[in-house]
């Protein structure tokens, strides 16, 4: 009886501290974050990168003309911790769901209230703080950018926030308000 008692306890306490070990997969679509800080605004956006993978991107994966969650996984969020302007639009400090509508010669960029989502599938466009339109442009010669990429070209108190993929890049610039003394 004892025996069955001390195998039953074995079992009970290994158990779990063998399953504990297995390593997490990592996701196909990584975490990945692009930043930038002037004076006291700091700018964050936290995005997933899906890959290319020999598929065709604009227009078959991301369809035309239909809501985009900007990434993959979760919907990519854009934090700025004081206003700015975006296309000379005023933005109030705050962390926003962004999300695009991608057309073969533009790009609705959209300022979301609505945070936490997966995708786009529940996205409000009530919830809408903010939209600017930005033209794509192709990347030139044979360049293919494999990774979904957001990247920030940051200079003094203006920014462009650069969205990369396949062959299509787009932009809106940030402009930095001074502070007040």
């Known amino acids: 009886m004892l025996r069955k008692q001390l195998l039953l306890f074995l079992l009970i306490a290994v158990t779990p501290a063998v399953f504990a070990q297995e390593a997490v997969p990592p996701r196909p679509s990584p975490l990945s ?4 800080k002037y004076k006291d605004t700091y700018l964050k956006i936290v995005y997933n990168q899906p890959h290319k993978r020999n598929r065709e991107v604009f227009g ?7 809501v985009w969650r900007l ?7 854009l934090t700025v911790t004081r206003e700015v302007f975006i296309n000379s639009q005023f933005l109030p400090a705050g962390t926003y769901a962004l999300f695009a509508i991608p057309e073969k010669d533009k790009w609705t960029i959209i300022f979301n209230s609505d945070l936490g989502q997966w995708g786009s599938y ?12 930005v033209a794509t442009k192709m990347l030139p010669g044979e360049l293919v950018y494999e990774p ?3 990247t920030i070209d940051q200079k003094n108190n203006k920014a462009d926030i650069i969205f990369t993929w396949d062959t299509t890049t787009v932009s809106f610039g940030v402009d930095f308000i001074e502070p007040k003394p």
């Open 33 to 36: 974050i692009a930043a930038c």
């Open 60 to 66: 078959s994966l991301v369809p035309f003309g239909q």
């Open 71 to 77: 990434g993959a996984n979760e919907a990519t969020e």
């Open 122 to 133: 529940n996205y409000n466009q009530a919830k809408d703080v903010m939209r600017v339109e």
């Open 148 to 150: 979904f990429t957001i």
